[in-house]
């Protein structure tokens, strides 16, 4: 089965401060995709990052960074440099075949980043 | 521009009665869904729709039913039969028929049931 594990429910950091936020995902695909989605306090999924099984390189765009790593099957998200608009739910999630074609998500972690 | 819009932002129902959710997008994508979002979870799915006039089960289809007769629109109707409809939902569509490819959202409608 297919699954996303979001361990940190919370995260509180000050403005300025680095954060990660961890995913770690199951699958017996070989062929997957991972995604990362912000839902600011407005309520709406804001898309950042697809990444499919095949691409393991880092990511990085502006303050966010992204870690994929097939071996740990985790892939984690760096905010550098955080800022109160940051302050949000994340959420991760696996797109794959087993069981049909389905995206998952994780429970989401959400960031309070304070001035 | 384009984008997809949800009505109403907010909607109250009393017991017993059935309300349906507006999501329409003018992205011109084939595949469509409907999210639930409980406090604190994440998303879990109702119902998909990959082409017009086709849709399918999610995980928790029991007590909302949808339709998709034009390829912009996907409403979905909580019936009396969905025993705690009090959420957010959550419509999201996708380019292609692949449910695995980039979903994109809408804004949500909160439900409430008095």
């Known amino acids: 089965a297919q699954k996303v594990t979001q361990a940190q429910t919370e995260i509180s950091v000050v403005e300025k401060e680095d954060v990660t936020l961890d995913c770690v995902y199951e699958?017996?695909?070989?062929?997957?995709?991972l995604f990362w989605y912000k839902q600011p306090p407005s309520g709406e999924l804001v898309f950042l990052i697809r990444r499919n099984s095949f691409d393991e390189q880092n990511e990085i765009s502006g303050r966010y960074s992204w870690n994929f790593q097939k071996s740990t099957s985790s892939f984690n998200f760096t905010i550098t440099a955080s800022q109160v608009v940051d302050s949000a739910v994340y959420f991760c999630a696996l797109g794959g075949y087993t069981g049909g074609f389905k995206t998952i998500f994780g429970a989401g972690t959400r960031l309070f980043v304070k001035a | 521009d384009g984008g997809i819009t949800q009505s109403p932002k907010y909607l109250f129902r009393k017991e017993g009665q059935n309300v349906t959710l507006s999501c329409e997008q003018n992205l011109n994508h084939d595949a469509m869904y409907w999210y639930r979002q409980d406090p604190g979870q994440g998303l879990r799915l109702i119902y998909y729709?990959?082409?017009?006039?086709?849709?399918q089960k999610g995980d928790i289809a029991e007590g909302y039913s949808v339709s998709r007769e034009k390829k912009e629109s996907f409403p979905l109707t909580v019936t009396s039969a969905q025993k705690n409809p009090t959420a957010f939902y959550l419509c999201?569509?996708?380019?292609?028929?692949?449910?695995?490819?980039?979903?994109?959202f809408g804004p949500g409608t909160r439900l409430t049931v008095l």
């Open positions: 729709s990959q082409i017009v006039n086709d849709f």
């Open positions: 999201a569509s996708s380019s292609g028929q692949d449910l695995t490819d980039t979903q994109y």
């Open positions: 699958t017996r695909d070989t062929t997957y995709y």
